[in-house]
DNA sequence: CTAGGGTTAG
């Protein structure tokens, strides 16, 4: 068996010259007297040597060792280089190195392995180059070190020189050298070229099943791995803790708790639990596999721990969701006095990011500073994320500017930053930034950036980024093409999204969510309907966002007998928890379908506490039908809950002056001030050609201001011919004409004149609006649409009015 | 001097 294991070519070592100097009087005396052969005993200077551990220390001890007189010459040199390589100085271990005359093989031997440990890729090849110019035969481990540098730089080029100069050598067939091969190739990322090579070896012992196991598990081929573990069993290795290590996250790739716990099987009755790589596998494994309590049991169960141990346990927590127990166990880790590193920073980040947590992120910020991490350009990232989840995209965007260099994933993380805090155009400038410097984006950056062009909701760009994504191949991509299809419905064009829906060969639940919400959000309540029986029938599950994306589909089309039946079947037929969302879009179904009482019954049973949304919904469903009382008694329990956003109170101001009951409006004005809410300024925006166009309510910077109040008067003359009544029922304190001028220069009627003015008889206008549109430019559009013959089609925060010939898609229902 | 494999991460 061991015969295999050797080398096919002889060893090259020239022996060493036997020793001049003789061991000391007292050890030569005891080893004669124990019958130990005296060469055993090294000599005090190599034992002093030997106790080195640091550079410190060892610059101590040489002036002993050369006052004291030298044993074997060529083995204290060896070892002297040996030690400053093995400190990190390459300079003073090449100091001893060159001037020595008579230098045999293993000093070089040594020196090779000093330079491929310490210094770049190139210093140990051209020092390789050196010893074949001084006629030193490379032995096996000369390649092995060289083939481990490669591997770990992902040099390929070099990699497989190295592969070449070995085959030359006659190694081609030594365990050792291939597989340092098998492992360079599979570092490369050419996990095929590793199998290729491990499949040519004529012996296979347990390291290299393992190499090629860890491989496949490294490359993302988890189930491949795994198969291979079967494999190397059949073939007579059994598993030893360095494959467990390899496997566990192959199973947890997979998210496959079957044959994690297969796994973990074996390691108990292998004897391996008590081995600390072994089980923070297990907890890492657990965590993935969403048994993070599983986890966490096996984490108190262990006798020590690494770092690594800490940073699987916290970022489990803070991968599935839980950002507080990751916060506490993170604190707990530092009160233990352990030094977190970039993977725990990065974990405590994300659980400031998803709670929101700035003061925490502003804390870690500073430890990162303590650290020494802000060189870490993966924490960088993690801070750059965590500040835009938190809001603070203007800390991320200067800590972006300032990084001395930047990944995709710097990018990415700003990019989704800007998308997500609403800095749209910020989001889109980056992206083309990106691309400017010649970084490829990934499926990451598309992610990103589609959703901000579906907020955007500009038709023409949207099919800008469609073309791009089909350029780019990532059409594959299903998280992609999801991004696409939501993209489209929210730029108007449901009927697009569902044909690149149809095309897409594979589906995720977020595809079938986005088209579901599609046609909710323009009304199409029939097709939902349909589409999510559909869903059904096939093999993807329906989560919580599917049910609430149904149920809001069925609340936007007034089906509320569908609707409760959705919400029932989503606990009982697949065990869905609902959640505060579920309950405010129930209490849109039935408040938006007039069944206030309902509505308001529905609140009052809820198991847990109503929240925001809830009381939002049923304000919202009370300004519809006009209900005052139940509007007064929904808003009195919502501000409670302090709402930041001001639009809660505009909406109970409207339900008063709708009633005419101008001080209550009064009063709900002065409150807001007190509180300090604003009314978000509604603004709409219209694209034309190569830009956006922006207004607000009475604005009048636009270049074509004049034309556009000219346009509009006339228009709003021939509506009124047509019908048209102003509804100036929610503006009391002004003259009759100048509430009519108000209504007149709402930001939609702006925005709705401008394009008229722009584009030709028979196109669609698209417009998008930040807030829900109000009930005179709702009405005024429809006469628009009839007297013009236009269709126009306006996005508002909730869902799609589509206008043709006098009458909207929403059945003034919204 | 005296070889090759392994854990956490957007």
Redesign the pocket.
């Known amino acids: 068996m061991s015969s295999q294991?050797?080398?096919s070519a002889p060893?090259s070592?020239t022996p060493?010259p036997p020793s001049k100097a003789r061991p000391p009087v007292l050890l030569h005396t005891l080893s004669q007297r124990t019958h130990i052969p005296p060469h055993v005993y090294k000599h005090p200077s190599?034992i002093l040597l030997?106790l080195c551990t640091s550079m410190k220390e060892l610059h101590q001890i040489l002036p002993l060792i050369v006052k004291n007189g030298l044993y074997d010459e060529h083995?204290f040199q060896?070892?002297l280089?040996?030690?400053f390589c093995k400190f990190g100085s390459m300079p003073e271990a090449a100091r001893v190195f060159d001037p020595i005359d008579d230098k045999?093989?293993?000093?070089y031997?040594?020196m090779l392995?000093g330079y491929a440990h310490n210094s770049c890729l190139d210093d140990a090849l051209s020092f390789f180059n050196r010893m074949k110019y001084d006629s030193v035969r490379p032995?096996?481990?000369n390649f092995?070190?060289l083939?481990?540098v490669c591997?770990d730089s992902a040099d390929l080029v070099r990699g497989r020189e190295i592969h070449g100069q070995l085959i030359v050598h006659g190694y081609a067939s030594?365990?050792?050298?291939?597989?340092?091969v098998?492992?360079m190739y599979?570092?490369c990322r050419l996990i095929d070229e590793a199998y290729k090579m491990f499949d040519r070896m004529p012996e296979?012992?347990?390291?290299?099943?393992?190499?090629i196991v860890?491989?496949y598990?490294?490359n993302g081929l988890a189930k491949r791995a795994l198969e291979l573990v079967s494999r190397m069993q059949e073939d007579g290795q059994r598993?030893?803790?360095?494959?467990?290590?390899?496997m566990?996250?192959a199973s947890?790739n997979l998210g496959s708790l079957r044959s994690g716990k297969q796994i973990h099987g074996y390691v108990v009755r292998a004897g391996f639990v008590l081995?600390?790589?072994?089980s923070?596998?297990l907890v890492?494994m657990y965590c993935?596999c969403g048994l993070v309590g599983t986890a966490r049991l096996i984490f108190d169960g262990m006798r020590s721990r690494?770092?690594?141990?800490?940073?699987?346990m916290i970022?489990g927590y803070?991968?599935s969701g839980d950002s507080k127990e990751a916060w506490i166990l993170f604190k707990k880790m530092l009160d233990e006095g352990l030094k977190p590193?970039?993977?725990?920073i990065?974990?405590a980040l994300?659980a400031c990011a998803d709670s929101g947590d700035l003061a925490g992120g502003e804390f870690v910020h500073q430890l990162v500073n303590q650290l020494g991490l802000v060189s870490?350009v993966?924490v960088m990232?993690?801070l750059i994320?965590m500040y835009s989840k938190c809001k603070r995209v203007d800390i991320a965007a200067k800590l972006f500017e300032d990084l001395p260099f930047r990944?995709?994933?710097?990018?990415?993380?700003m990019i989704l930053g800007y998308a997500q805090n609403g800095h749209i155009t910020e989001a889109l400038n980056h992206f083309c930034r990106m691309k400017l410097q010649n970084i490829k984006p990934?499926s990451?950056?598309m992610v990103s950036v589609i959703p901000a062009l579906a907020e955007l909701s500009v038709l023409r760009q949207a099919k800008w980024i469609h073309g791009l994504v089909i350029r780019t191949c990532f059409d594959k991509n299903v998280f992609v093409m999801t991004a696409i299809v939501d993209m489209y419905a929210k730029c108007g064009s449901v009927h697009i999204a569902r044909r690149v829906f149809d095309l897409m060969p594979e589906r995720h639940v977020t595809t079938w969510n986005a088209m579901i919400d599609g046609y909710g959000t323009h009304g199409h309540g029939k097709a939902a309907v349909e589409l999510f029986r559909e869903m059904r029938r096939g093999d993807v599950e329906p989560n919580e966002i599917t049910f609430l994306c149904i149920i809001s589909a069925c609340s936007h089309s007034g089906f509320v007998e569908e609707g409760r039946r959705f919400f029932i079947i989503m606990k009982e037929d697949y065990g869905l928890e609902p959640s505060m969302d579920h309950y405010g879009a129930m209490v849109d179904l039935l408040g938006r379908a007039g069944k206030l009482n309902e509505a308001w019954d529905f609140i009052q049973s809820m198991p847990i506490e109503p929240g925001i949304n809830v009381y939002g919904a049923m304000l919202g469903a009370c300004k519809i039908h006009k209900n005052v009382d139940l509007g007064e008694e929904a808003a009195d329990r919502l501000f409670q809950l302090d709402p930041e956003e001001g639009g809660y109170h505009v909406l109970l101001a409207n339900i008063y002056a709708t009633a005419s009951m101008w001080d209550k409006v009064a009063k709900v004005r002065t409150m807001m001030e007190k509180k300090g809410l604003q009314k978000t300024p509604g603004c709409s925006l219209v694209d034309l050609r190569n830009e956006v166009h922006t207004f607000y309510s009475g604005s009048t910077w636009h270049p074509q201001s004049k034309k556009i109040y000219a346009f509009l008067e006339t228009l709003i003359d021939k509506i009124k011919a047509a019908g048209y009544v102003p509804d100036t029922n929610s503006i009391h304190d002004v003259e009759d004409d100048v509430q009519e001028q108000l209504l007149s220069s709402h930001s939609e009627k702006l925005a709705i004149a401008f394009g008229l003015l722009n584009t030709s008889p028979g196109t669609a206008i698209h417009i998008r609006k930040n807030l829900r549109v109000c009930g005179d430019c709702h009405n005024a559009t429809k006469y628009i649409s009839l007297v013009t013959r236009r269709e126009i089609i306006v996005r508002d925060m909730h869902r799609f009015h589509h206008f043709k010939d006098g009458s909207c898609s929403c059945g003034d229902y919204w």
Request: net charge negative; proline share 6%.
């Open positions: 294991l050797l080398p060893l070592i060493p190599a030997e083995l060896t070892k280089v040996s030690l045999i093989d293993p000093l031997h040594t392995k032995v096996v481990y092995t070190y083939l481990k591997g030594n365990v050792f050298a291939m597989t340092g098998v492992n599979a570092k296979r012992d347990l390291v290299c099943w393992n190499t860890a491989g598990a490294q598993p030893d803790p360095v494959t467990i290590v390899s566990l996250p947890a081995l600390v790589n072994v923070t596998a890492d993935k690494t770092v690594v141990s800490w940073n699987s970022d803070a991968q590193t970039g993977v725990t990065m974990a994300h870490d993966s990232n993690s994320s990944t995709l994933v710097s990018w990415n993380a990934d990451f950056t």
